[in-house]
């Protein structure tokens, strides 16, 4: 990449999407927000062109005013949702109503720039493999806990995507026992306990069973967030401190058994409820240690350390290496990093 | 390889090892056995040297015998254990009493050829992807069940290793309610129940219980073997099926987290217990199609095609391209295949 051109890395959310732009170290220039949510074209089945036009609106407002004069490079997105990233076509995202959206080509469109895509928490392990808590790894398990909760895998080096681009979607195993409706219309997926949603919801029920906690104070505390139980922890609360502990043994079993079969040197999780840090991690490591046969050679287990930034990141290396075949190659790490490739 | 060598391929065992020989296309020429359990140098920790020096003396037999005048080419071996594949190091194989083994070297001097090793497993599903169920595919994951149980991952068309070596060790991912002991000395591992060993204990409970079953007629019941379970099956024997029945349900738990995860194009199951066809395989596939969460894409569910020869021809095709990275270049499949590489 030449040095006067910058990156643009996007993560697309149901809520929220971040908008980058970086230079060619993959530092974070200037970041941005809109409100996907508010585009019913992004929502509404087939009809994303409203809120694609906003996005490379506010990506030329951000380049524009963060880029130093420089113009776009490349530009990489990640979506919620089956990617073909090879065709760049969103197969399907249903939290934002899309069908086979050939994103990647829709977006090069009105940037008139090269576009790629992936799926958002494969690029968000991308972007913590090369610039966080996955530097210098080649076997990494990620876990994001959002609104939904699913994993990415990069094993010796390379993205795992599986056969129909969905590698990775363990939030939709079912747990025994568990009887809480999937928004996919399954009973008792992982992701109903294992994400911020299903946190929430976990406490909203001991609040309604009378528990004695300080959740059961708040304003409105069947409308709490996971980011409440969080603060409940914080001031020694018992009973949101066993929801995690719940959280964290239930999706221990499922990462214990991802542990078995891929052996990966460290785990990072990451997403809104990663926010719990302790709280969360600390009966995930000790179930992982309680369980894992091989007692001598434990995966490191930690938060993810971009935050917001992951994505954005991961986006902005997809689109500059893609197709190049040198996600692997570039990896371990960012210390003195400059993007090894030639003008676009 | 030059068509006047030949290739061998070796699957060692804790029981038995099997030999084979094997010509430019991967046909077997023929095989032998030797028994494994009978070298007490193979099982005493750090002294396999009486069992390699009878190896390397069945296997110059075995290419006098059914080469025709051709000189060996290169070795491949398949180890029950965790192998260094790139230094030829057996760092641990339990049913051996190896450790830090450094087999290649080791059989190299005997035989004065090339030799490469790898995981038994993950080369039962070389031969099988090469040469049997798994030919065109590049997503696979197969399992094995025999004295133990384990997994061996081929992902975008590479065999997955792990950090450690130990990827596809489910077998000792603990089953929830499960209280038997593992030979690796932990509680309520998977292959307690999904191996061989765990189908006959499982038989011979309800033996002692005091089922209506055919098994009770056995001479020695309490002896019994997985093979008697299946053939008690075959005569429409209740209980015997109901063991299956449970096995497959318990596995399938496991493997639908394994789909999940990986999102594979078809799952090959290999070993003694898979035998039992659909017996076994039935309970799975019916488990997996109950839960998977995409219905519409369910991968194929087959057993081995190439039964006890898989993993002689695994490591023979390993001993050919190890070093050359090629596994994945020469797949897909067997149809009028030819080793494409030069003179050793």
């Known amino acids: 990449m030449d040095a006067d051109q910058i990156l643009v890395g ?3 959310g149901g809520t929220n999407t ?8 993959l530092t974070v220039l200037g970041t941005c927000r809109i409100d996907t949510a508010a585009f019913p074209g992004a929502a509404a089945p087939g009809h994303p062109a409203p809120f694609l036009d906003r996005l490379a609106g506010a990506i030329r407002e951000l380049a524009a005013a963060t880029g130093d004069g420089r113009r776009i490079g490349r530009v990489g997105l990640g979506v919620p949702g089956r990617v073909d990233s090879e065709c760049g076509v969103v197969l399907g995202a ?3 109503g899309w069908r086979n959206v050939p994103l990647a080509a829709e977006m090069a469109r009105r940037l008139d720039r090269p576009v790629a895509i992936d799926n958002d928490v494969r690029l968000y392990l991308l972007g913590e493999a090369i610039a966080g808590a996955g530097r ?3 076997n990494i398990v990620c876990l994001t806990l959002g609104t939904g909760m699913a994993m990415s895998l990069m094993l010796d080096g390379r993205l795992i995507r599986g056969h129909n681009y969905n590698a990775g979607e363990i939030g939709h195993d079912p747990v025994e026992g568990n009887e809480w409706r999937c928004n996919c219309g399954q009973i008792g997926c992982l992701e109903t306990i294992a994400s911020a949603t299903g946190i929430a919801r976990l406490a909203r029920a001991k609040v309604r069973e009378g528990a004695a906690t300080l959740l059961a104070r708040l304003p409105e505390p069947q409308r709490l967030s996971s980011h409440d139980v969080y603060q409940a922890c914080l001031q020694g609360d018992e ?11 239930t999706l221990g079993k499922k990462l214990l058994t991802a542990i078995c079969l891929l052996d990966p040197e460290i785990v990072i999780v990451g997403g809104g409820a990663a926010a719990a840090g302790p709280f969360l991690l600390d009966p995930l490591r ?8 091989q007692r001598e050679r434990p995966p490191k287990l930690c938060a993810g350390q971009l935050g917001d930034e992951a994505g954005v990141v991961g ?3 997809f689109a500059a290496v893609h197709g190049r075949q040198a996600e692997q190659e570039l990896l371990p790490g960012k210390e003195g990093f400059r993007l090894p490739i030639g003008p676009l």
Chains 1, 2 share one sequence.
């Open 18 to 25: 971040v908008i980058g732009v970086l230079d060619d170290t």
């Open 315 to 317: 986006a902005a290396y």
């Open 10 to 12: 996007v993560d697309i």
């Open 94 to 96: 249903s939290n934002l």
């Open 239 to 249: 009973v949101a401190r066993s929801v995690f502990a719940f959280v964290g043994a």
């Open 286 to 293: 000790s179930f992982i240690a309680g369980h894992y046969f």
């Open 136 to 138: 210098g790894y080649r």
